[in-house]
């Protein structure tokens, strides 16, 4: 019976779709701007940028991904994140408790095109520079470092195009991948509400201020 009950629980806040209505939305002013996208890929969310527009000064892990041109944020529980598959009971120990955070940052080896073909939501948002630069001074700011200054690698999948690197800060069922994005957002000044759970808030914030390239 609880299997029952926690199931379509976990499922619901790992995997709620956003139902949103592609559409133009007339942003199309380019002058000046950056382009971030925000993207889903079954339970994972994150936030895209070329690699070329990051301040390696702001965040210096760039240096581990020279070979890409586009690189996706996303943060999670440092033992569920990191599981290749799919582990009920670390999906549980993620949502119901207070546990450890990771910072997930892959290097795209695809067209962005291409990688948002396979991406279920794609939603553009233009930012000025000093509003991608605040982006990227919060993403660097959830890195753990030592005291040298260096970041923990916990792990490295798909051949080094996949890094976890040790977050600051607990992930729980009040502090999801979501939660992180907006506030990732919200720093630079963006208007979209912070305490977003699900994935359905976080896109409906989203397509508020950018263009839905692409829904379910």
């Known amino acids: 019976m609880l299997k029952l009950v926690i199931f379509p629980v976990i499922f ?3 995997n709620t779709s956003s139902l949103l209505i592609e559409e133009n939305q007339n942003r199309n002013d380019l002058s000046g701007k950056k382009e971030i ?10 936030i895209v940028i070329e690699k070329n ?15 890409f041109s586009l690189l996706d944020f996303g943060w999670g529980d440092e033992e569920f994140y990191q599981y290749s ?12 408790y207070s546990t ?7 290097g795209i080896g695809i ?23 605040k982006i990227v001074d919060f993403i660097s700011s959830t890195v753990y470092r030592n005291d040298s200054g260096s970041p923990v ?13 040790r977050a600051n800060g607990n992930y729980h069922l009040f502090n999801t991948c979501n939660t992180w994005l907006a506030s990732c957002l919200a720093s630079a000044g963006i208007n979209i509400e912070d ?11 989203a397509a508020k201020v950018g263009d839905v390239i692409k829904a379910e």
């Open 12 to 14: 619901f806040f790992l």
């Open 37 to 46: 996208y925000l993207i889903k890929q079954y339970w994972h969310t994150a």
């Open 53 to 67: 527009d990051i301040d390696p000064e702001i965040l210096p892990e760039v240096k581990y991904f020279n070979d």
């Open 85 to 96: 598959g799919f582990d009920s009971g670390l999906a549980v120990k993620a949502l119901f």
């Open 100 to 106: 450890p955070s990771t910072l997930r940052v892959e």
């Open 111 to 133: 067209s962005k095109d291409t990688y948002f073909d396979i991406s279920d939501i794609v939603v553009r948002i233009l930012v000025t520079q000093e509003q991608l630069n």
């Open 153 to 165: 690698i916990l792990s490295a999948q798909g051949l080094g195009r996949i890094i976890f690197f």
């Open 195 to 205: 305490n977003v759970i699900l994935t359905e808030q976080l896109f409906k914030e």
